[in-house]
């Protein structure tokens, strides 16, 4: 299945693949039809593979738990550390960072259950996604959301590729672990902020699923 947050470009990308694979087929000949093949070939397959957007069985244990944090992409972890978040949860905290790459699926989960407190559109430069920097500097959507064990925060930041962030989410929505809620189109990253006393379940160079893999378990406050 095709994701909803992808119409708009995959209807162009479709279009302009069927049209050189068209007029390869019936205007043109020898080595430039090939070549007009080839490349419309690609737009249509690249569209399936950019925006597919799979059924995802959430864990149970994300579902009967709120402590839970979910992977909110698919990806690569490439950084686990310390550091200061100053938007929402306004401390220190641990940071998980996922790579996307392009052949990843781009289609964004929520890691958590609670409720939207903080959005904030930042309009930025478009680093590598891999950049240790990007996580400041690049455009970005930031969400922080309340749950029933502390503040989380979450980043969709655009890479070199990526151009174009697509989330539903507003201060004041419910959301919860697992369910869809935007897209960050082509190579992207996406980094989560939670407090330091979780329990972290992945490593760095772990490959992780959206609304699949659980990235970390939260405990309750003193």
Same mark, same amino acid.
């Given at each position: 299945?095709?994701?909803?947050?992808g119409?708009?470009?995959?209807?162009?990308?479709?279009?302009?693949?069927f049209?050189?694979?068209?007029?390869?087929?019936?205007?043109?000949?020898?080595?430039? *039809? =090939?070549?007009?093949?080839?490349?419309?070939?690609?737009? #249509? &397959?690249?569209?399936f +593979?950019?925006?597919?957007?799979?059924? %995802?069985?959430?864990?149970?244990?994300a579902?009967?738990?709120?402590?839970?944090?979910?992977?909110?992409?698919?990806?690569?972890?490439?950084?686990?550390?310390?550091?200061?978040?100053?938007?929402?949860?306004?401390?220190?905290?641990?940071?998980?960072?996922?790579?996307?790459?392009?052949?990843?699926?781009?289609?964004?989960?929520?890691?958590?259950?609670?409720?939207?407190?903080?959005?904030?559109?930042?309009?930025?430069?478009?680093?590598?996604?891999?950049?240790?920097?990007?996580?400041?500097?690049?455009e970005? *959507? =930031?969400?922080?959301?309340?749950?029933?064990?502390?503040? #989380? &925060?979450?980043?969709? +930041?655009?890479?070199?590729?990526?151009? %174009?962030?697509?989330?539903d989410?507003?201060?004041?929505d419910?959301?919860?672990?697992?369910?869809?809620?935007?897209?960050?189109?082509?190579?992207?990253?996406?980094?989560?902020?939670?407090?330091?006393?979780?329990e972290?379940?992945?490593?760095?160079?772990?490959?992780?699923?959206?609304?699949?893999?659980?990235?970390?378990?939260?405990?309750?406050?003193?």
């Amino acid at each position: 299945m095709l994701t909803k947050y992808g119409i708009d470009n995959i209807i162009v990308m479709l279009i302009a693949g069927f049209v050189l694979i068209t007029i390869s087929a019936f205007f043109i000949r020898g080595w430039i *039809s =090939i070549l007009l093949f080839i490349l419309g070939l690609i737009l #249509v &397959v690249m569209t399936f +593979i950019f925006f597919r957007d799979p059924e %995802r069985k959430i864990p149970l244990v994300a579902i009967d738990n709120e402590n839970i944090i979910l992977s909110p992409a698919d990806g690569k972890v490439v950084d686990i550390s310390e550091t200061y978040e100053n938007y929402y949860i306004n401390g220190s905290c641990i940071k998980i960072s996922i790579f996307l790459s392009p052949l990843d699926v781009h289609v964004n989960r929520s890691p958590v259950t609670g409720i939207v407190e903080f959005y904030k559109y930042i309009k930025g430069d478009y680093l590598v996604a891999y950049h240790p920097k990007s996580s400041e500097l690049n455009e970005q *959507s =930031i969400i922080g959301v309340k749950t029933i064990y502390g503040k #989380v &925060v979450f980043k969709q +930041i655009v890479g070199i590729l990526a151009r %174009r962030l697509v989330c539903d989410l507003k201060e004041g929505d419910s959301i919860k672990a697992g369910e869809r809620f935007g897209m960050m189109k082509f190579g992207s990253r996406m980094d989560v902020f939670f407090e330091k006393n979780a329990e972290i379940n992945v490593k760095i160079g772990d490959k992780v699923v959206g609304g699949v893999s659980i990235l970390a378990k939260m405990k309750l406050i003193n």
